[in-house]
């Protein structure tokens, strides 16, 4: 631990520490607690993405807080110097050893478990001696296979604590405990033993009962829950890495007046390079030569392209929509826009709390209960005089019988059938976590371009002069836009070209800023603002001033057309809203939640499509980091924050929400960052996602309930010493159909949109 100092992330006094062995949400809390009272340190630990977010004063060195976390009984290390790439540091990939150790870990006990619990249950099957066989396929899965689980509940037992990994760990090491010692020291061993089956109840005394079954069935059953969990978890970090892979790859710098392609990683602070049309800006920097459109959408969430000139500032990873662009580097790698918007994801991951799972919260009671009846069970019988033999039976049975096989199948077959029918909705669900999290959402955060509205320009209105022909102005306008790059004027050659056939252009020139002309039909047309006719002396008539401001009132982007001397009319462009918005606010409102529009548009723009939708509360202009703190802002005030959005500027406030939901129609970046994904980019799914949600999260609850219920209804004849083999396998079959058949009823989940 000498290196440490020097590794350090962010500041001498700031870390980031890679936590190891948490199994559970109260882990993190524990290990956060440890921290936390440490003099000068204030630490954040989050389970899901495995990290640790530590502030610590100069007494306090990074080897204190490792020591710390492995005094708690976990693992901690700092994270490997992350790797230069494109705009910024690249995480390392994930790893995928501790994925591929559990997944072999799962695939071993199956196969060594069915044939153990398929000799148990069908006497039929029972040949002679077949109970060694049952051992020794049984023996590897509860040692081996569950030893996750038993070092997880030493864990928690050092620190008084119980968690399901408890529960799991204590029941199938009783069981195989007993089943051994039922096959070396009792009458379990003998050649010709079987187990005949009867659900009569009887009192014995263990000698003759194994239940390896038991142990080896629920260890995988577990196990196959913590793999699709653990395959869930481990894309924590994909939302950074393809964050960082939306900047360009390689640019043209002008070096002694040539032009020379080299990866960005190679370009430095002051560099010239050249941006063509349709390329991306490899870096944040200031236009010297040309002027252009540059489409900031992803990141700004301003929907009308952003016109650009010498003296402005760009931003990498943006587009340039026209002209050719001479920029000078101004920010590089770490320092770019890009970059801090991927740390402020990997900030707004590593402070969102994961829910704690309910079957830990369950068996933080449950075990200390169970175990006090077993002490009691055997108290019981020593004191009656039953003898050590019976009580022990017993005591363990009372142990064996607590711990539920459906527990294993609670969650995952609910959450499998559940992700089944969402996927048939274009609904797709990450994990339970997100599921915990819809059940207490009060408040909906939706973004405005590409979520509540299309995200493209549109020409929406055609306004000619009074005594002027709209098909005419529509036509000869479209035609001249057609030969233009500018989106806006793609949406106006788009609406003109669905009249018919756009007539061909010549003398077509481009006036930076202002739009463009050319003739057509013989005619010499301009289409642009209002500046560009004044210019170059045509008539504006004043019912054709008022329009355009007008439109521009309502949120929409006005542009005049003229030929002949005057202007004969006013195209409104707009970035419409989608069909299914309103109904979709109006199912939000229905759920009980409160919508709220946020927007780095402008005010006038995000009110006109707040009044068009039906949402009252409007935070319009603001930044990326500006969205996260609008998110916080909001959890401050008491709120449960569900957010819904589809750029890379929405990703951080996605993943800082306590519910983020992402329009699959987005960005890779806002999908990875998200709970839940709407594939179907359309609004109502989120209205969908949240009912099947808490529909699936209910029947999860169910489950757990009736996981639990069957066995614990037994334990009074384990604690009676009438616990037959059968009846304690017939309790856990039984709850595990009727989980199973609980789950399956999410297959009847209907979309409301």
Not at 139 to 148: E, F, I
Not at 459 to 472: R, Y
Not at 474 to 496: N, Y
């Amino acid at each position: 631990m000498t290196s440490v100092g020097n590794r350090l992330q962010v500041a001498p006094n700031q870390i980031e520490l890679s936590i190891g062995g948490m199994t559970c949400a109260s882990c993190a809390s524990r290990i956060e607690k440890k921290l936390n009272r440490m003099d000068g340190v204030t630490a954040t630990v989050n389970y899901a993405t495995e990290k640790a977010s530590v502030t610590f004063s100069d007494d306090v060195t990074p080897a204190d807080l490792i020591m710390t976390v492995e005094r708690t009984g976990y693992t901690a290390q700092l994270p490997t110097p992350p790797q230069s790439s494109g705009d910024g540091p690249v995480e390392a990939a994930p790893a995928v050893d501790e994925l591929r150790g559990l997944r072999t870990r799962l695939w071993v006990s199956l196969v060594l478990s069915v044939p153990v619990v398929a000799m148990a249950m069908v006497p039929a099957w029972q040949f002679t001696n077949w109970q060694w066989l049952s051992l020794t396929l049984a023996a590897p899965v509860v040692v081996w296979g569950a030893l996750p689980f038993h070092k997880a509940a030493w864990t928690n037992l050092r620190h008084g604590a119980a968690t399901m990994d408890t529960l799991i760990s204590m029941g199938t090491l009783a069981a195989f405990t007993w089943s051994v010692w039922a096959l070396f020291f009792g009458t379990a061993g003998t050649p010709g033993m079987t187990h005949p089956f009867s659900l009569d109840i009887a009192r014995t005394d263990g000698a003759g009962n194994i239940y390896l079954e038991a142990a080896a069935g629920v260890t995988t059953f577990i196990l196959a829950g913590r793999y699709f969990e653990a395959r869930s978890k481990r894309r924590a970090g994909a939302a950074l890495r393809a964050l960082l892979e939306l900047g360009a790859k390689d640019v043209a710098v002008l070096r002694n007046g040539v032009e020379t392609r080299i990866p960005v990683a190679e370009l430095t602070v002051g560099d010239w390079f050249v941006v063509r049309p349709g390329e991306k800006i490899a870096t944040d920097g200031v236009v010297e030569e040309g002027s252009s459109a540059v489409d900031a959408s992803m990141l700004t969430g301003e929907s009308v392209p952003v016109e650009v000139g010498p003296g402005d500032a760009v931003v990498g990873a943006t587009v340039n929509a026209g002209g050719r662009l001479v920029v000078r580097a101004t920010r590089v790698g770490a320092d770019t826009q890009l970059a801090q918007m991927a740390k402020l994801v990997e900030q707004a991951q590593t402070g969102k709390a994961a829910v704690q799972r309910l079957a830990d919260r369950i068996s933080g009671v449950f075990v200390p209960i169970v175990i006090a009846l077993a002490v009691g069970t055997l108290g019981w019988w020593v004191g009656a005089g039953a003898g050590l033999t019976a009580a022990f039976t017993a005591a363990v049975a009372v142990l064996i019988i607590a711990c539920p096989c459906a527990l294993g199948l609670a969650t995952p077959t609910a959450l499998l059938v559940g992700t089944g029918r969402g996927a048939q909705l274009g609904i797709l669900i990450k994990g339970s976590e997100a599921l915990e999290s819809t059940r207490r959402i009060d408040t909906v955060v939706l973004d405005k371009t590409g979520t509540v509205t299309t995200g493209k320009m549109t020409l929406v209105d055609v306004l000619p002069a009074s005594g002027q022909d709209a098909d005419e102005l529509l036509r000869l306008a479209g035609a001249l836009e057609a030969a233009s790059e500018h989106p806006i004027a793609q949406a106006i050659a788009a609406g003109a070209s669905r009249a018919g056939a756009l007539a061909p252009v010549t003398g077509f020139a481009n006036v930076e800023g202002l739009g463009v002309t050319g003739t057509v039909e013989g005619r010499e047309v301009l289409v642009g603002r209002l500046r560009l006719l004044r210019e170059r002396g045509l008539d504006v008539p004043q019912e054709l001033e008022q329009a355009a401001t007008a439109a521009e009132a309502d949120g929409r982007t006005a542009v005049l057309a003229g030929w002949d001397g005057k202007a004969h009319g006013v195209l409104a462009v707009a970035d419409v809203v989608k069909p299914t918005s309103r109904a979709a606010v109006a199912g939000l409102r229905a759920l009980g939640l409160t919508p709220v529009l946020l927007t780095g548009d402008n005010t006038t723009v995000a009110k006109a499509v707040a009044a068009e939708v039906g949402i009252g509360q409007v935070i319009a202009e603001v930044l990326p980091a500006d969205k996260v703190d609008v998110v916080k802002r909001l959890q401050a005030e008491g709120r449960v924050v569900a957010m819904v959005g589809d750029g890379i500027n929405d990703a951080a406030a996605l993943a800082q929400a306590d519910l983020g939901l992402a329009m699959g129609t987005g960005t890779d970046v806002a999908i990875e960052a998200s709970d839940l994904t709407l594939v179907r980019g359309d609004l109502t799914a989120a209205v969908d996602a949240i009912r099947l949600s808490r529909r699936t999260l209910a029947i999860i609850k169910g489950n757990l309930f009736w996981a639990f219920a069957y066995n614990v209804a037994a334990l009074p004849l384990a604690a009676a010493g009438l616990l037959n083999p059968m009846i304690a396998g017939a309790a856990m079959a039984f709850s595990s159909v009727f989980v199973v058949a609980n789950s399956l009823r999410l297959r009847g989940f209907r979309a409301v949109s």
